[in-house]
């Protein structure tokens, strides 16, 4: 059983180094250090 559940038709792990993985909350939000992390 995974932590984390995957949504929408073909969904899967990342498997590559160029891929991500979004994780959100309940209300489908991202935290803000997320996209701090990435540069933008």
């Given at each position: 059983m995974s932590l984390y559940d995957?949504?929408?038709?073909g969904s899967r792990s990342p498997k590559a180094q160029n891929e991500v993985a979004l994780v959100v909350n309940e209300y489908n939000q991202i935290d803000s250090a997320f996209f701090d992390r990435l540069g933008s």
């Open positions: 995957l949504v929408g038709e």
